[in-house]
């Protein structure tokens, strides 16, 4: 079993910058992929970003390409979502997943992920 906490939301203003962590339990977090997923009200929840077991391989979603970055530190079992540029659009429920495995196929899914945080709150004012 794995459990992930997501930390780092907030409220901040257009043009600034937040960093979520996800702290993962289990020995094993260096084998699992990562993904974040956002959620707005009313809207379905949608793929932002994944990093794969080694951190060497990244995918953003074209929304947040150039402004968010996904890295891991797997010695502290930690995954990060530095996000920059924030605009309005981007207020959200943020989410961690873990999916087990170093297969990194249809990454923008939801359904290839073994595991889910509780989400974050991440709210951009204009």
């Known amino acids: 079993q794995v459990q992930l906490v997501e930390s780092g939301g907030g409220l901040v203003q257009a043009g600034g910058s937040l960093r979520l962590s996800c702290a993962a339990s289990?020995?094993?977090?260096?084998?699992?992929?990562m993904g974040w997923f956002r959620q707005a009200p009313g809207k379905e929840r949608e793929f932002v970003a994944f990093i794969s077991w080694s951190g060497g391989t990244t995918y953003y979603a074209d929304s947040v390409k150039g402004r968010f970055t996904s890295s891991r530190d797997n010695a502290k079992n930690t995954v990060y979502l530095e996000m920059n540029s924030l605009k309005p659009e981007d207020t959200a429920v943020y989410y961690c997943a873990a999916r087990i495995g170093h297969n990194s196929g249809s990454y923008y899914s939801t359904r290839p992920y073994d595991y889910w945080g509780q989400g974050t709150q991440v709210t951009v004012s204009s």
């Open positions: 289990g020995r094993t977090f260096s084998s699992y992929g």
